[in-house]
């Protein structure tokens, strides 16, 4: 029985680690599995280059059952930060927050307050899209040069974590050729926004960085 | 005349009257909108792909993610730096540099501060060969380059079955188009 209890205590460790997961998906114990887990962060120039596009996934690993029944959390803000002064504390921010079945956007707007805590700034511009359904074609809202989407996703990130979690486990010396993606056939919560590069400092670099806050 | 001024009066009137309702109706705590009031308090935060979960020692990952990112370096350089020699054990040996050719307490300093750098001025890449870190595009291997960084040395040649996990795409093609993510399976 003791014997049976430290197995059961192995496979139940083997699993949280696997589950450890990357990129940033189910990466601290206060987050994980929750609706407020980022897994994912992109910016990169849209196909207008006079663009740039910020994607967040949230809630990861959802398998294809799973995903026509999951929803963004109405007291969870996804908040895009974005420095164009180089010092690593925001001077814009794009809010993303849920209601009703649409996705509400308030920014890029200057922040009330910078760093941990956050209300919504009702002063720069709003987008509002309809939350697209699982199986449905993307619904798209473009006002005033800012384009939104909001719903389900194939999770775009690929790696072979179950490789690297028995390498870093010391049970493999290496990765396999060729690999295995783990992200394979899973999908994610997605809010894309495009904007133009006018509104978020025109020219030169800038550093961003996304957050979830919820309602307190 | 005086009734054309009359008009003219009675209209911007109307004008402004409609464009203050208008501005309320569209604000955070419009009475008829949707409540947005309340204060959101930080669960959450990333940057860079895969940082808090390769780099942040197992007890300190809730921290990692509520502190801001102008704090981060001070809080966590060190720890960065214990965890790449632990993982990668040359980049101990004095003067040990990555590809980009920064030694660890240089490759840890720029990873610390968990922000994203982007270009507003044309390619936006985490690497494609030629750019770094100008930011992140959707088929970005950004694994690969991570561990080409950690564990490939300086030329990306040293330790070729831990500085890349051969899984190099994406399991469905992206769209040139918004929103650019693939369909959900």
Request: some cysteine; glycine content about 10%; proline content about 5%.
């Amino acid at each position: 029985m003791k014997n049976f209890k430290f197995i059961l205590g192995v496979g139940v460790f083997a699993a949280a680690s696997f589950f450890f997961l990357s990129a940033d998906h189910i990466d601290a114990p206060a987050v994980q599995g929750g609706t407020s887990d980022i897994t994912d962060f992109y910016a990169f120039q849209g196909e207008d280059s006079n663009n740039l596009v910020f994607v967040a996934n949230v809630q990861g690993l959802l398998s294809p059952s799973a995903t026509a029944s999951a929803s963004f959390d109405e007291n969870v803000m996804i908040e895009f930060n974005i420095d164009n002064t180089g010092d690593n504390v925001e001077d814009l921010v794009i809010q993303a927050i849920p209601r009703d079945g649409k996705m509400y956007f308030f920014g890029p707007v200057a922040p009330g307050t910078t760093g941990l805590s956050s209300t919504v700034i009702g002063s720069g511009p709003q987008t509002v899209v309809d939350i697209t359904a699982y199986g449905s074609t993307p619904v798209v809202q473009t006002t005033a040069g800012i384009s939104a989407f909001a719903g389900p996703r194939d999770d775009p990130f690929f790696f072979d974590f179950a490789q690297y979690s028995a390498i870093i486990g010391g049970t493999a010396s290496g990765f396999n050729n060729p690999g295995s993606d783990t992200f394979a056939g899973t999908n994610v919560m997605s809010i894309v926004i495009e904007v133009p590069k006018s509104m978020i400092g025109g020219s030169g670099t800038i550093n961003t960085w996304v957050e979830s806050k919820s309602k307190s | 005349m005086k009734n054309l001024k009359n008009i003219f009066t009675v209209l911007l009137i109307t004008l402004v009257a409609f464009n203050c309702s208008n501005d309320d109706d569209a604000g955070p705590n419009s009475p008829t909108g949707p409540d947005f009031t309340g204060t959101y308090t930080q669960k959450d935060q990333m940057g860079r792909p895969a940082v808090n979960t390769v780099f942040v020692s197992s007890g300190s990952k809730d921290s990692f993610n509520t502190t801001i990112p102008s704090n981060q370096n001070a809080a966590f350089q060190a720890m960065f730096e214990a965890n790449l020699t632990g993982l990668s054990p040359a980049y101990a040996n004095p003067g040990d540099q990555n590809a980009l050719g920064l030694d660890a307490p240089t490759f840890t300093g720029l990873l610390a501060t968990d922000v994203l750098n982007v270009s507003l001025d044309g390619t936006t890449t985490f690497y494609d060969g030629t750019n770094v870190l100008t930011g992140r595009a959707l088929a970005d291997d950004v694994i690969t380059v991570e561990l080409l960084l950690i564990f490939g040395g300086e030329d990306f040649s040293e330790n070729p079955t831990l500085s890349n996990d051969n899984v190099d795409a994406n399991d469905k093609s992206f769209s040139t188009s918004f929103p650019y993510l693939a369909s959900p399976w």
